[in-house]
């Protein structure tokens, strides 16, 4: 299961999805077709898997990258440049499936809507840590 989503992955990343199928899959995990079909109705369900675990790596890796900030201690004038070239170095990272997700012709405008939300939520979740942070480092320096 874990070879067939990393190569629904590469592929995905190569070609997007409009060019993705489960035949070229099947062929270069040597998993047979029918197989591919026990576990995903469509094609739509297997990148929706893929989708499904590509944001939780990057929910995790975003955790990450506001922690190893936090624990650097910057002030709110330091913090935020740093954040956003970070956030920059993230996204180029995983940008080719990124792409792919985000091929706004095929999603319905709702759910660009709560994409965006997401996305805006971990951006201010990055500035009020910041804040945070600067108000309690300021109350203990007070101590």
């Known amino acids: ?75 709110l004038r330091q913090l935020v440049p740093i954040a956003i070239r970070e956030y920059c170095v993230f996204l180029r990272k995983h940008a080719d499936l990124l792409r792919v997700f985000m091929d706004a012709r095929q999603i319905p405008d709702n759910k660009i809507m709560w994409y965006v939300i997401l996305h805006l939520t971990f951006v201010v979740s990055a500035v009020l840590l910041g804040v945070l942070d600067k108000i309690s480092f300021a109350a203990h320096r007070k101590e």
């Open 1 to 75: 299961m874990e070879r067939l989503l990393a190569t629904a992955v590469q592929m995905l990343a190569q070609s997007g999805a409009s060019e993705f199928t489960l035949q070229e899959l099947s062929q270069r995990t040597k998993v047979s077709i029918g197989s591919i079909y026990l576990r995903f109705h469509n094609k739509q369900e297997l990148i929706r898997e893929v989708q499904i675990r590509f944001l939780d790596r990057v929910e995790r890796e975003h955790a990450l990258l506001i922690n190893r900030l936090r624990r650097r201690g910057l002030h």
